[in-house]
Each structure stands twice: as structure tokens, then as C-alpha cells.
């Protein structure tokens, strides 16, 4: 290989039917990588005899199953690149991935990581990938990309070229996170330093329904939503842990103050499927607006956005008991009844006309009808 200062890593457990189409795809880059680092979680499949038949080009490494986030922190511990790509075992690049996010970094020599766009794509007929549409991220603002991360996964971070230090800085993956890790790590490297994006696209990003995560918590497509919204509840409560209220507020937004950034903090929340957090921060709102005359329109439009975002109406809808009672205690106080009351038109407008199944939708029409009834009993 050249010596391109990028080094790529991959973690890998029981994915041999793909790595070989993977890791072609990472060899065949017109800017070739200086580097490629492969961390097999414990494969109980033929990985790694596809990895041996790629000699020197590939370095392996071995493990016990301990999960994507230890075998990625070990395997960053070997990289030399000074630019960073983590890569999916079944997902396929884009033959000049490298070349154009390093030359959008040469335009930007400031840039401490560059995300870009990627292709949808799906097992073809012969089991090699079907590359689909092309998804094309949002782009905030640098003072936005923080809060717009931590309250909506918009980018992924297979499309992300990083600096080496920005790993070591952030303390690489938490491997107590068995799911979502990847999303953690987008909004620790989003809170401390500002991307630049690439608008070719990265990687094809293969979309399928065989089994994924560490041995321990292995799932099929159908159980895995369960699975991600529980450790997405587990890094909402990280967030909220982590991160002081004030960083919630954009530093642009015409308006400024406690109240605003208990409402973004509120749509984080929500994102997550933290209920009682939600309910918390509804709270203090509803407090904040007693005192200062009522709420404003725009935030109870607001509020009604924050409860349709993410897990938000699922999770209320599971937790149907605790969440009446949070509303009738949040209605008593001052203002409550109206922020119950915006609860409830977000519920009835994911029971009318967001996706789910019919079970789901019929959940979310039931508790809005309960909530709605709870804002006028005061």
C-alpha cells in the first residue's frame, strides 16, 4: 500500500459470507489506505481463513467476544494513520471514499473529521451487495451540529475520515454500550470538535436481516429494534448525565435561556425514549412559563415536535401507566395542563399518520385520548 496517512479498522465477528466483498472494496481504493486493521471479535465462522487469504495486506488480530467497542479500542491502539475510518464488516466502500474526503480536508486543513453522504444498499440475488439511493445527511450549522446530533442520528459513522487524536481525546468506544456504540461515539466527537462535510459519497451501506451484535446480546431483525431502544434509553441517560444544560442552547438561537435549553434537552429526551426525563424537563418548563406568563406558541409547537421525534411516542405508549401519572402531576402545577395537552396532540399525530403497526398506532390514539382528558380535568 502507499503511504496515505489513513488507517482503517474494522471489528468483525461471524461475518465471513460479507468480509470478502468488504475488504476488497477497502483494497481497491484509488487513494489506497497506509493501513488496515482488523480485530476479530471471537468468529466462530470461516473469517479467518478469508483474512489469511489476504497475507500482509490485511493486519489481524483476535479476540475473545468482548463486543464492537473493545475489539475497535484494541485496534486502536496499533493504528499510525494520522486520519482514522472505521469501517463495517458488511458494508462496501465507494472506490474514491479516501481520496474525496482528503481532498475536501486539504480545503480544509483546520478540519479535525469530514462525514459524508452514503448509498442505501441490499443483498442482490448472488449475495453481492445492490447499491440503492443515495442518502444525503443534513448539514447544520458548526454552533448546531452538537445538539442536532445528540437529538437525531443523521449521519453514520462509517461516512466519518477522523483524526487519530480525536479518538485518543474523546476516549474512544464505551464498552459498556452493546448497542448504539457508534451513535455514542458521534456525540462525544461532535461535542468537541466541528466536521466538515463531503458530499460524494463514502460507502454503500448494506441493509439486511441476518443476526447482529456480540455474542451475548446476538439478534435477529425482528427482535433488534427492542434491543436499540433500550441502550438508546442507556445513552439518553448518559447525555443527560454527561452534559450541563447549557450546552443544549445554540449560542445563535434568537432566544437564549434556561427555558430554551430545557426544550432542546427535551427533544434529546424524546429522541431517546427517556420518558421520566421528559416529563422532568416538561416540568421545569412548565414552572419556568407559570412564572414568566405562559407559554409561547412556538413552545408548545415545539414540545408537540420533541414527542413525535425518535422512541418518544413508543416508549409512552409501553409505559402507558407511568406516563399518566406524570401528566396528572405535571397538569396540578401551573402550566402543566398545557404541555400534557401538546403530549397529547403529538400522540394522536403518530397514531394518524406515522408508520408502525396498527397495535402501535392504536396505543399512542388510546394514551392521547387519556392525556387529552387529563389536561382538562385540572
Same mark, same amino acid.
Not at 474494522?10 to 476488497?24: G, H, P, V
Not at 481532498?103 to 448472488?126: K, M, T
Given at each position: 500500500?502507499?503511504?496515505?496517512?489513513?488507517?482503517?479498522?474494522?471489528?468483525?465477528?461471524?461475518?465471513?459470507?460479507?468480509?470478502?466483498?468488504?475488504?476488497?472494496?477497502?483494497?481497491?481504493?484509488?487513494?489506497?489506505?497506509?493501513?488496515?486493521?482488523?480485530?476479530?471479535?471471537?468468529?466462530?465462522?470461516?473469517?479467518?481463513?478469508?483474512?489469511?487469504?489476504?497475507?500482509?495486506?490485511?493486519?489481524?488480530?483476535?479476540?475473545?467476544?468482548?463486543?464492537?467497542?473493545?475489539?475497535?479500542?484494541?485496534?486502536?491502539?496499533?493504528?499510525?494513520?494520522?486520519?482514522?475510518?472505521?469501517?463495517?464488516?458488511?458494508?462496501?466502500?465507494?472506490?474514491?471514499?479516501?481520496?474525496?474526503?482528503?481532498?475536501?480536508?486539504?480545503?480544509?486543513?483546520?478540519?479535525?473529521?469530514?462525514?459524508?453522504?452514503?448509498?442505501?444498499?441490499?443483498?442482490?440475488?448472488?449475495?453481492?451487495?445492490?447499491?440503492?439511493?443515495?442518502?444525503?445527511?443534513?448539514?447544520?450549522?458548526?454552533?448546531?451540529?452538537?445538539?442536532?446530533?445528540?437529538?437525531?442520528?443523521?449521519?453514520?459513522?462509517?461516512?466519518?475520515?477522523?483524526?487519530?487524536?480525536?479518538?485518543?481525546?474523546?476516549?474512544?468506544?464505551?464498552?459498556?454500550?452493546?448497542?448504539?456504540?457508534?451513535?455514542?461515539?458521534?456525540?462525544?466527537?461532535?461535542?468537541?470538535?466541528?466536521?466538515?462535510?463531503?458530499?460524494?459519497?463514502?460507502?454503500?451501506?448494506?441493509?439486511?436481516?441476518?443476526?447482529?451484535?456480540?455474542?451475548?446480546?446476538?439478534?435477529?431483525?425482528?427482535?433488534?429494534?427492542?434491543?436499540?431502544?433500550?441502550?438508546?434509553?442507556?445513552?439518553?441517560?448518559?447525555?443527560?448525565?454527561?452534559?450541563?444544560?447549557?450546552?443544549?442552547?445554540?449560542?445563535?438561537?434568537?432566544?437564549?435561556?434556561?427555558?430554551?435549553?430545557?426544550?432542546?434537552?427535551?427533544?434529546?429526551?424524546?429522541?431517546?425514549?427517556?420518558?421520566?426525563?421528559?416529563?422532568?424537563?416538561?416540568?421545569?418548563?412548565?414552572?419556568?412559563?407559570?412564572?414568566?406568563?405562559?407559554? #409561547? =406558541?412556538? %413552545? $408548545?409547537?415545539?414540545?408537540?415536535?420533541?414527542?413525535?421525534? @425518535?422512541? /418518544? !411516542?413508543? &416508549?409512552?405508549?409501553?409505559?402507558?401507566? #407511568? =406516563?399518566? %401519572? $406524570?401528566?396528572?402531576?405535571?397538569?396540578?402545577?401551573?402550566? @402543566?395542563? /398545557? !404541555?400534557? &395537552?401538546?403530549?397529547?396532540?403529538?400522540?394522536?399525530?403518530?397514531?394518524?399518520?406515522?408508520?408502525?403497526?396498527?397495535?402501535?398506532?392504536?396505543?399512542?390514539?388510546?394514551?392521547?385520548?387519556?392525556?387529552?382528558?387529563?389536561?382538562?380535568?385540572?
Amino acid at each position: 500500500m502507499s503511504s496515505a496517512p489513513v488507517s482503517i479498522v474494522l471489528a468483525t465477528y461471524n461475518r465471513a459470507r460479507y468480509l470478502r466483498e468488504c475488504l476488497d472494496s477497502l483494497l481497491a481504493q484509488t487513494a489506497p489506505a497506509s493501513e488496515i486493521v482488523l480485530v476479530d471479535d471471537g468468529s466462530e465462522d470461516d473469517t479467518p481463513a478469508v483474512v489469511a487469504s489476504y497475507g500482509h495486506r490485511i493486519r489481524y488480530l483476535r479476540q475473545p467476544n468482548a463486543g464492537k467497542a473493545a475489539a475497535i479500542n484494541r485496534a486502536l491502539t496499533h493504528v499510525s494513520g494520522d486520519w482514522v475510518w472505521l469501517f463495517d464488516d458488511d458494508d462496501v466502500a465507494v472506490p474514491d471514499a479516501i481520496e474525496r474526503r482528503l481532498a475536501v480536508a486539504s480545503e480544509h486543513p483546520n478540519a479535525q473529521w469530514i462525514y459524508a453522504s452514503h448509498h442505501l444498499g441490499s443483498d442482490g440475488r448472488d449475495g453481492r451487495i445492490v447499491q440503492g439511493r443515495l442518502y444525503e445527511p443534513p448539514q447544520p450549522q458548526p454552533e448546531e451540529f452538537f445538539f442536532e446530533t445528540m437529538a437525531g442520528c443523521f449521519f453514520h459513522l462509517n461516512s466519518a475520515l477522523v483524526r487519530r487524536h480525536c479518538y485518543r481525546h474523546i476516549g474512544g468506544f464505551d464498552p459498556s454500550m452493546l448497542r448504539g456504540q457508534d451513535y455514542d461515539v458521534q456525540i462525544r466527537l461532535a461535542r468537541h470538535f466541528s466536521p466538515v462535510y463531503c458530499a460524494s459519497p463514502a460507502f454503500v451501506f448494506r441493509q439486511h436481516a441476518g443476526t447482529r451484535g456480540p455474542k451475548a446480546l446476538h439478534r435477529d431483525s425482528a427482535s433488534r429494534s427492542d434491543v436499540f431502544r433500550r441502550y438508546s434509553v442507556a445513552l439518553g441517560r448518559k447525555i443527560r448525565a454527561d452534559v450541563l444544560l447549557a450546552e443544549f442552547c445554540s449560542p445563535t438561537s434568537s432566544v437564549l435561556g434556561e427555558r430554551q435549553a430545557l426544550l432542546n434537552r427535551l427533544h434529546v429526551m424524546a429522541n431517546h425514549g427517556c420518558v421520566p426525563e421528559m416529563f422532568e424537563d416538561l416540568a421545569a418548563l412548565a414552572a419556568l412559563a407559570a412564572r414568566d406568563g405562559g407559554f #409561547e =406558541v412556538r %413552545e $408548545l409547537d415545539s414540545i408537540v415536535r420533541a414527542a413525535c421525534r @425518535g422512541w /418518544a !411516542a413508543q &416508549a409512552m405508549a409501553e409505559q402507558q401507566g #407511568e =406516563v399518566l %401519572e $406524570l401528566s396528572r402531576r405535571l397538569a396540578r402545577q401551573g402550566c @402543566g395542563a /398545557a !404541555a400534557v &395537552a401538546s403530549v397529547a396532540r403529538a400522540l394522536f399525530r403518530v397514531a394518524r399518520g406515522y408508520g408502525g403497526d396498527v397495535r402501535e398506532r392504536w396505543r399512542c390514539l388510546v394514551l392521547s385520548m387519556r392525556l387529552a382528558r387529563v389536561s382538562k380535568a385540572r
